[in-house]
Protein backbone atom coordinates (compact mmCIF):
# COMPACT_ATOMS: atom_id res chain seq x y z
CA UNK A 1 0.00 0.00 0.00
CA UNK A 2 1.41 3.21 -0.74
CA UNK A 3 2.10 5.71 1.87
CA UNK A 4 1.57 8.81 1.74
CA UNK A 5 4.37 11.59 1.23
CA UNK A 6 5.41 13.37 4.15
CA UNK A 7 4.25 17.02 5.31
CA UNK A 8 7.05 19.29 4.30
CA UNK A 9 8.31 22.16 6.95
CA UNK A 10 6.15 25.14 6.73
CA UNK A 11 9.94 27.10 6.95
CA UNK A 12 12.77 26.37 4.64
CA UNK A 13 15.54 26.50 8.12
CA UNK A 14 18.62 27.10 5.93
CA UNK A 15 19.16 30.73 5.80
CA UNK A 16 22.18 30.32 3.54
CA UNK A 17 20.03 28.93 0.83
CA UNK A 18 17.55 31.65 1.09
CA UNK A 19 20.39 34.31 0.91
CA UNK A 20 21.73 32.63 -2.28
CA UNK A 21 17.92 32.68 -4.22
CA UNK A 22 17.77 36.35 -2.61
CA UNK A 23 21.23 37.31 -4.34
CA UNK A 24 20.12 35.04 -7.74
CA UNK A 25 16.97 37.02 -7.99
CA UNK A 26 18.87 40.71 -7.65
CA UNK A 27 21.05 39.73 -10.14
CA UNK A 28 18.40 38.51 -12.44
CA UNK A 29 16.50 41.39 -12.00
CA UNK A 30 19.44 43.37 -13.46
CA UNK A 31 19.42 40.86 -16.19
CA UNK A 32 15.87 41.28 -16.81
CA UNK A 33 16.60 44.84 -17.51
CA UNK A 34 19.23 44.72 -19.55
CA UNK A 35 16.88 42.51 -21.40
CA UNK A 36 14.01 44.86 -21.57
CA UNK A 37 16.74 47.49 -22.61
CA UNK A 38 18.03 45.53 -25.19
CA UNK A 39 14.90 44.36 -27.06
CA UNK A 40 13.39 48.04 -27.09
CA UNK A 41 17.42 49.00 -28.72
CA UNK A 42 16.39 46.03 -31.78
CA UNK A 43 12.81 47.45 -32.21
CA UNK A 44 14.16 50.96 -32.45
CA UNK A 45 16.65 50.37 -34.55
CA UNK A 46 15.12 47.91 -36.53
CA UNK A 47 12.45 50.82 -37.75
CA UNK A 48 9.34 49.60 -35.73
CA UNK A 49 7.29 52.08 -35.26
CA UNK A 50 7.42 52.36 -31.21
CA UNK A 51 3.72 53.18 -29.93
CA UNK A 52 3.37 53.44 -25.80
CA UNK A 53 1.99 49.80 -26.21
CA UNK A 54 4.63 48.26 -27.68
CA UNK A 55 7.03 49.32 -25.53
CA UNK A 56 4.86 48.60 -22.34
CA UNK A 57 3.99 45.44 -23.81
CA UNK A 58 7.31 44.41 -24.63
CA UNK A 59 9.07 45.53 -21.04
CA UNK A 60 6.55 43.70 -19.39
CA UNK A 61 6.94 40.53 -21.47
CA UNK A 62 10.45 40.25 -21.52
CA UNK A 63 10.89 41.22 -18.20
CA UNK A 64 8.21 39.26 -16.91
CA UNK A 65 9.43 35.95 -18.76
CA UNK A 66 13.47 36.80 -17.49
CA UNK A 67 12.22 36.11 -14.20
CA UNK A 68 9.63 33.65 -14.29
CA UNK A 69 11.85 31.19 -16.15
CA UNK A 70 15.16 32.33 -13.81
CA UNK A 71 12.82 32.37 -10.75
CA UNK A 72 11.89 28.58 -11.40
CA UNK A 73 15.34 27.88 -11.93
CA UNK A 74 16.62 29.79 -8.58
CA UNK A 75 13.40 28.11 -6.62
CA UNK A 76 15.16 24.21 -7.69
CA UNK A 77 18.67 25.57 -6.71
CA UNK A 78 16.74 26.98 -2.87
CA UNK A 79 15.06 23.52 -2.65
CA UNK A 80 18.30 21.53 -3.25
CA UNK A 81 20.34 24.08 -0.79
CA UNK A 82 17.47 23.82 1.81
CA UNK A 83 17.64 19.31 2.22
CA UNK A 84 14.03 19.61 1.22
CA UNK A 85 15.36 17.62 -1.60
CA UNK A 86 16.43 14.44 0.82
CA UNK A 87 13.76 14.27 2.40
CA UNK A 88 11.65 12.69 -0.39
CA UNK A 89 10.70 9.20 -0.52
CA UNK A 90 12.44 7.27 -4.27
CA UNK A 91 9.52 5.02 -4.89
CA UNK A 92 11.79 2.79 -6.88
CA UNK A 93 14.34 2.46 -4.25
CA UNK A 94 15.17 -1.14 -3.56
CA UNK A 95 16.95 -0.77 -0.69
CA UNK A 96 15.40 -1.79 2.30
CA UNK A 97 13.64 0.71 4.94
Given at each position: ??????????????????ARFRAIMRWMTLLGI????????????????????????????????????????????????????????????????
Open positions: MPRPDPVPDTRIANPRAWACVIGALAYLYEGGTPMTTTIVIATALGVFLTVLVGTGLMSLIFLSHGSGHDEKVDDPFDERPR
